[in-house]
């Protein structure tokens, strides 16, 4: 049973800084990508950031590039999206996705979230 739990969410103030961690855990896995995504309410989930085995990065878009960094450990188990220069139009509910291969079929899976509030 394949498993993606976050942490790491939290309010902080408008320019602050939040690190959110993914951990993906399983049996016999192999996790293909993994992703940040986040859900304002009212709105749509929306794509933040994805990170391949190969370390590609790819940012949804200029709204959050350079202020976001999605990092890999080296085990490739746990994906971090560090965020800075935070801003109240961040303020969402952040969903880690894992697209995991496990006895020869790619699946994706999704955490339950953690919530990040921008606020002064």
């Known amino acids: 049973q394949v498993q993606v739990v976050e942490s790491g969410g939290g309010l902080v103030q408008p320019g602050g800084s939040l690190r959110l961690s993914c951990a993906v855990s399983g049996n016999s896995l192999s996790i293909l990508k993994m992703g940040w995504y986040r859900q304002a309410p009212g709105k749509q989930r929306e794509l933040v950031a994805t990170?391949?085995?190969?370390?590609?990065?790819?940012y949804a878009d200029s709204s959050v590039k350079g202020r976001f960094t999605i990092s890999r450990d080296n085990e490739k188990t746990t994906a971090n999206l560090q965020m800075n220069s935070l801003k109240p139009e961040d303020t969402a509910v952040y969903y880690c996705?894992?697209?995991?291969?496990?006895?020869?079929?790619?699946?994706?899976?999704w955490g339950q979230g953690t919530q990040v509030t921008v606020s002064s």
């Open positions: 996705n894992a697209l995991v291969r496990a006895a020869g079929l790619s699946r994706n899976y």
């Open positions: 990170i391949t085995g190969d370390g590609n990065t790819n």
